[in-house]
């Protein structure tokens, strides 16, 4: 389900943030960063590097996330800018406005925000104040 990872060879992690770990402040990452503690300031990946950011089901963010590919199975209190693909795992819950080009969302995950296609996000008069458009949307379950 999970398992296609276009950006970097399967399974590659350069940094880890393990489940003891509290950062405080801005994290800029390339590669791959795995977060399973708790990161309170934006996350974001160096600009132009191939990157993917996956948030553990213990793992959480608390501020904005900004990479190429981003997983998520845990808490996200921020928006999510996913210039290429955003996963949302069976775990996942995000508060706040989700940027995407394309989506998986696993039954289970939550978002209490707006989907806004990367394309859509450029012409927002388009769109309605309560609805949000949704392109490319694959829903596993």
Do not use: C, W
Not at 15 to 41: A, K
Not at 61 to 90: K, Q, T
């Amino acid at each position: 389900m999970f398992k296609n990872k276009p950006s970097l060879p399967e399974g590659q992690v350069d940094t880890l943030i393990g489940p003891q770990v509290v950062i405080h402040g801005d994290l800029v990452f390339s590669g791959g960063l795995y977060v399973e503690g708790r990161v309170v300031g934006r996350v974001h990946a160096e600009d132009g590097a191939k990157a993917v950011m996956t948030l553990a089901d213990g793992g959480s963010v608390e501020g904005e996330i900004r990479a190429p590919v981003v997983v998520i199975n845990g808490r996200v209190e921020g928006d999510v800018h996913s210039s290429e693909r955003l996963e949302l795992a069976a775990k996942a819950r995000v508060d706040g406005n989700v940027h995407y080009k394309v989506v998986e969302m696993a039954a289970g995950s939550r978002l209490s925000g707006r989907l806004l296609h990367v394309e859509s996000v450029a012409q927002p008069a388009e769109l309605p104040d309560d609805d949000a458009r949704v392109d490319l949307v694959r829903v596993v379950g």
